[in-house]
């Protein structure tokens, strides 16, 4: 009796113990996720505006840093927040508009080299944009030469640049949704004499609409993110990105201006964590198919 | 192979122009591609006429290309992915066939110019005469680009300058004119005078005129006179002459002769002139990354730290995702929901914001860590512990995106596998090394691989963490102890000081094509994705 009693305190110690270091475990990997979240979170509060001696709770906490941010003429955040949101919105639209056309052939019609091309467009896509930074940089600087509203320092030229990288993964991801809308619809339209055009336009785009949506926030976000080559063409302070901005702000200034940087951080961070838990479902989907967030 | 003959059929069908609407449509179209076509033929000569073969090539290339889809029937497809294959054509592909270009040219500072434009720069050097006499200048623009200027020399006499000549009043070509009879010119021709201030709005175009001597006024030809501040025009003689028979400059003070070298212009005794040209300079920029020892020896540590990198990226964020995906992968776990939600976070995060926060955090004077840790690392500044502190920030951001991949991955493992090795008598510990790694390992093969290209080249977080630094001594040009290939091409291309060579930017941007190039194609063939296309149909 004694014997089987010792036995199950010692099995209920065992699983507790082996249940604890399992949630502990998991908690230490979580402080070291959010520690950083809830670190900036509190400078954003904390009317002192510097880094050194910072509080987990700020003493005096107040919204000054967020006045402060919208009020610098020398760093003009609102304007990047804009000038990005200008250049996400239009480079997406466009890249939607560009990649379901594309899409729409390689899904309807039948031509020699669509199998090849298929291929062609995933493996030139494979080499990021960036590796090509110097002649990207100097075609700019040529184009502008002739086209000056296509020229360095324009957001013009920065989406033309984006637009080169609009092919590939996307048309793989329109292709696969317009394969699966039937035909049936499209093969009426054709007998009442309809182009394909007609038939792309009124029919297939209404119909993909969930997954234009989807192309336009990843999209976004890509865009959102991307410093390298909006470091490379942007000069002026009033043209910069938030990307770009946000790194010449804080640059070495984190005594003076980390409560300031912390607020523009959380704005700046906001539309992307929104998007990411309304499109969590495709991102994951695209992640296990070897897409990569930037 | 049915339903493409069905699918060529139907495209087949809808040529015969049933509808006036299509005709509409079809002048419509001829107007835009008569209009385009109007357009390139416009610019060809001008392109032509600057040398500007590459622009020239995409032009004609792009117009016929889109003259050709929108012309021929058979082009149907073409029409539809048009607009991707330009912008693709203008931003991938030229730009890597001219980063190959620009890899076997000098293309850099000191060497942005064509030959003719530095040889013309060079022509229009001008060397100051104080022998000769000054001039007192007044001024005359028509507001549309036309200038002149009245000179009075210290005798009292005048000339007017226009038009790169020097005129005396009674050879000017131009009438002069006192209006109120005060003495002074108030026009010269239809250009009116400028008094004091206004002057400075044009300050920039008077600076540039030059006005060659008639050979009459001192018996010289060679003498040009040219502003040398606002209230003096002074007597000017070239400094160098280019003679296209020898290809020398020589400079007209002393006579040495400069000779083309490598895209500069070479004295005998090895003297240098500051502008150089762009040429091709065949391998030298690749040999220089292999024998130029302030080159080939920062550029290697740049070269293995960069494989290091991706290796210790994948590996710790990885090995920390499967850990923590093992540990949620249990059903009957609390609050799995939560910790799923929770870990996940700093993936949501965009990367460029996570970057510049944890710099901040690594600051070894203010930073957050060494306060906790009560302790004055130099996270930043020492080699050795930037490079840990870049994995940190990496583990950070990636450990998420591993973590969601393995639970995928661990789900699609058949449970019947466990039940075996249970009845079999293996421990869990054993189950994971026997059973699961493996299985996940080859699943997830492809997306590590893919992971290791992508830190490969993970430009935002080093350098928005360390910029590359700390510096490496001795380097010539900047290169520092955590920079990777991709961060240090973009120093070697645009950082200021010694930044500009475009063209060893550009060899190194080859390097790093060839490796990537090798690492996908190895992944594309793990991952069938061919197969995919022919599973498609």
């Known amino acids: ?294 | 192979m049915k339903k493409a003959a069905h699918s060529t059929d139907t495209y087949n069908t809808n040529h015969a122009g049933r509808q006036p609407v299509k005709a509409g449509l079809m002048i419509t179209k001829i107007i835009l591609l008569g209009l385009l076509n109007a357009l390139a033929l416009w610019a060809i000569p001008i392109l032509w006429g600057d040398s500007q073969w590459i622009l020239l090539g995409v032009l004609v290339i792009a117009t016929a290309g889109i003259d050709y889809a929108f012309l021929s029937k058979k082009a149907l497809p073409l029409r539809f992915m048009l607009p991707g294959l330009l912008f693709m054509m203008i931003m991938v592909i030229f730009p890597i066939g001219y980063t190959v270009y620009v890899a076997f040219t000098n293309f850099g500072t000191g060497h942005i110019l064509t030959k003719a434009q530095a040889v013309d720069q060079y022509t229009h050097r001008y060397l100051l005469q104080e022998n000769l006499p000054v001039y007192t200048p007044e001024y005359y623009t028509d507001n549309a680009g036309q200038f002149a200027v009245l000179l009075t020399d210290p005798d009292g006499r005048q000339f007017v300058g226009y038009e790169q000549t020097l005129y005396s009043l009674a050879e000017s070509p131009l009438e002069l004119v006192d209006e109120d009879g005060d003495g002074v010119f108030d026009k010269i021709g239809n250009l009116g005078r400028l008094g004091g201030l206004e002057v400075f709005s044009y300050l920039g175009q008077f600076e540039k005129l030059v006005f060659q001597y008639d050979d009459h006024l001192d018996n010289r030809t060679d003498v040009y006179l040219k502003m040398r501040s606002m209230d003096q025009f002074a007597s000017y003689v070239p400094q160098f002459e280019y003679s296209a028979a020898s290809d020398t400059l020589t400079d007209l003070e002393d006579g040495t002769a400069y000779r083309v070298l490598d895209g500069s212009f070479v004295s005998d005794s090895g003297e240098t002139l500051d502008v150089g040209f762009r040429t091709t300079v065949g391998w030298r920029n690749f040999t220089s990354l292999l024998t130029n020892k302030r080159i080939a020896g920062p550029f290697w540590q740049v070269f293995s730290w960069t494989i290091v990198w991706a290796i210790l990226s994948v590996v710790t964020t990885f090995a920390l995702g499967l850990l923590l995906a093992v540990l949620l992968n249990d059903a009957k776990l609390k609050l799995r929901g939560l910790y799923r939600v929770l870990l996940i976070i700093p993936y949501t995060l965009p990367a460029f914001i996570s970057a510049l926060i944890w710099r901040g955090m690594f600051n070894t004077e203010v930073g957050l860590i060494n306060n906790v840790l009560g302790m004055s690392i130099p996270w930043l500044q020492d080699p050795f512990w930037a490079k840990v502190a870049l994995i940190i920030v990496n583990l950070w951001l990636g450990f998420p995106y591993m973590m969601i991949i393995s639970l995928g991955a661990l789900q699609s493992i058949p449970t019947d596998l466990y039940e075996a090795a249970t009845v079999d008598g293996a421990s869990g510990w054993h189950q994971f090394w026997k059973i699961t790694f493996p299985l996940l390992l080859v699943s997830l093969a492809p997306l590590l691989i893919a992971s290791f290209a992508f830190n490969f080249n993970n430009f935002s977080v080093i350098y928005l963490v360390t910029e590359g630094r700390p510096a490496i001594a001795g380097a010539l040009t900047p290169t520092g102890a955590t920079d990777i290939l991709i961060t240090y091409t973009y120093r070697l291309a645009f950082e200021g000081g010694s930044g500009g060579r475009y063209g060893l930017a550009s060899a190194v941007s080859i390097l790093i094509f060839l490796i990537v190039g090798t690492i996908s194609w190895f992944n594309f063939r793990f991952t069938g994705a061919l197969e995919e296309v022919n599973d498609n149909g």
């Not at chain 1, 033309?160 to 009426?188: H, Q, R």
């Open chain 1, 1 to 294: 009796m004694a014997e089987q009693g010792h036995r199950s305190i010692k099995r209920f110690f065992a699983n507790f113990l082996n249940r604890f270091w399992r949630h502990a475990l998991i908690w230490v990997c979580i402080v070291f996720a959010l520690f950083p979240v809830v670190w900036i979170i509190s400078a954003s509060l904390d009317p002192a505006n510097s880094i050194s001696g910072q509080k987990l709770i700020p003493p005096n906490a107040s919204f000054i840093n967020f006045q402060r941010l919208f009020q610098s003429e020398q760093h003009p955040f609102g304007i990047w927040f804009l000038n990005t949101f200008k250049l996400c919105i239009v480079t997406a639209t466009l890249v939607v508009l560009i990649t379901s056309l594309a899409a729409y052939a390689f899904s309807r019609l039948r031509f020699k080299g669509r199998r090849s091309g298929l291929f062609a467009i995933l493996l030139i896509q494979m080499f990021p944009q960036m590796l090509a930074m110097v002649a990207i940089y100097l075609i700019v600087f040529m184009l502008g030469e002739y086209i000056p509203a296509l020229g360095l320092d324009t957001h013009a030229g920065l989406i033309l640049v984006y637009l080169g990288g609009a092919m590939g993964a996307n048309v793989w991801l329109l292709k696969g949704f317009f394969d699966t809308i039937p035909k049936s619809l499209e093969e009426s339209a054709m007998i009442d004499g309809a182009t394909h055009f007609q038939i792309f336009w009124r029919i297939i785009l209404p119909l993909a609409r969930p997954i234009l949506v989807v192309v336009f926030f990843l999209q976004f976000m890509a865009t959102y993110s991307e410093f390298v080559i909006a470091r490379v063409l942007l000069a002026d302070t009033n043209n910069l990105t938030m990307a770009v901005g946000l790194q010449t702000f804080i640059a070495d200034q984190y005594a003076k201006r980390w409560g300031v940087f912390a607020a523009a951080a959380l704005i700046g961070a906001l539309p992307i964590v929104i998007l990411y838990w309304f499109l969590q479902k495709h991102l994951v989907s695209g992640l296990t198919r070897g897409a990569v967030k930037g």
